[in-house]
């Protein structure tokens, strides 16, 4: 009775975690105000936490899809999941394209604004940084040596190599199970060190915002407010209309009890304006929740490079609004050229901090170079607007991951609803300690539904 209390007492304690999250980011915003100097000198704190994160991405992306592929004997189910995970992805970056460009048409943003000539030059220093033709994109998948994909911090390296060696696992068999049970103890060791780190997230969101208030200020934000208004609002509608509505279509599942689910971790990108900050999470709550390990494992990872909905939603209001604002505005032939172009050039800048911006200032170089200097125009609230691309980015993998689950048969509904109804919450002692994740022998064969392990 009294190691239950003791682990009971253990339990409790990540929730004074996100409570002094959400203490940092109030006393962030009141440094920022009252002290900007100070503000923007603490910068470092919310880009050091920040890249704490990235540097286990890699690590966790790798041991989940080696265990999930490595582990599934059908490797067809695998390209299964693959193939419909990437025709959806393309199919919402359209969707989202489309929802952009009808908000944007309407609200004309950017009407009345003037560009200066302090902010001409920041869209060919942003173009410079995220210039990268198709071609260096597809190669740039593949990493210099088998083990620097994990030492590069690049996500499709990394889901590279960790398919050829689940695929390699997978055909050895037998013979393949010791190294199964190797990566199963490193998972659990990487989810330690991640735990540990996650304890600094107070730090790195009080760091994070005070920097960007301290930067900002209010004046930019009142001549800027209808672009960010009009695209939060865009982004809250496409979350609950669209894929909410798709949710619950195709998978029976409520938008509302899942982003109640996923809470904290919108916590976390909020505080450090970066989705990759939950992806570990993302990856462990989707299993517990019942999808199998190798939907997840395939799907969102996969979905951080090429399920951008935030993105894709920004880049077309942005484009809309520096034409706007330049007074040139784009014919509707160039809005979709225009955009289909940077669909696809934001999947290779997926993994470059600031993406967004980057892709849009290359994007305008590519076709409308005249425009180039309206860049400048947003570059003070871009830090703004890309936590709504974060938030946005990250629903939009949750489902998916549920989606492609529900499809694949690969979705145990006893297991989601006993989650949703609190029967079995995520226990954050089990995600530190990795007992969420069961060994290679404990784990069903490829052709028996892979539940969730429940708290």
Known sequence: MAGNDAATSRRDRTHYLYIAVIVAVLAGIAVGFLAPEVGTALKPLGKGFVELIKMMISPIIFCTIVLGVGSVRQAAKVGKVGGLALMYFMAMSVV???????????????????????????????????????????LGII????????????????????????????????????????????????????????????????GAIAAVVGATGVDALKSLAVIM???????????????????????????????????????????????????????????????????????????????????????????LFIASAMGDPLSLTEQIGLLLFMMIASKGAAGVSGAGLATLAGGLQS????????????VGIDRFMSEARALTNFAGNAVATVLIGSWTGELDRSQLKQVFAGDSPFDEKSFVDGDEHTTPEERPADDQKVPATTS
């Open 229 to 319: 208004i009009g695209f939060y609002t865009t982004c809250v509608l496409f979350v609950f209309c669209v894929l909410g509505t798709m949710l619950w279509l195709f998978a029976r599942v409520n938008i509302f009890s899942l982003l109640r689910y996923l809470g904290r971790e919108f916590l976390l990108i909020l505080s450090t304006s970066s989705s990759e900050a939950a992806l570990p999470r993302l990856i462990a709550k989707m299993e517990h929740l019942g999808v199998s390990r190798p939907v997840v494992g395939i799907t969102v990872p996969t979905g951080y490079s090429f399920n951008l909905d935030g993105t894709m939603i920004y880049l077309t209001m942005a484009s």
């Open 96 to 138: 989202a394209l489309v929802i952009g460009l009808v908000v944007g048409n309407v609200l004309h943003p950017g009407s009345g604004m003037h560009i200066t000539e302090a902010l001409r030059g920041a869209g060919a220093e942003q173009a410079s940084e995220g210039s990268q033709s198709t071609t260096e994109f597809l």
């Open 143 to 206: 990493p210099n040596t088998l083990v620097s994909a994990l030492t590069e911090g690049e996500v499709l390296q990394t889901l590279l190599v960790a398919l050829l060696a689940g695929f390699a696992l997978q055909a050895m068999g037998e013979k393949g199970q010791p190294i199964l049970r190797g990566i199963e103890h490193i998972q659990r060791l990487v989810f330690k060190i991640l735990s540990m780190v996650m304890w600094a997230a107070p730090i790195g969101a009080f």
């Open 367 to 378: 076709h409308r170079p005249e425009l180039l200097d309206g860049v400048g125009l947003i």
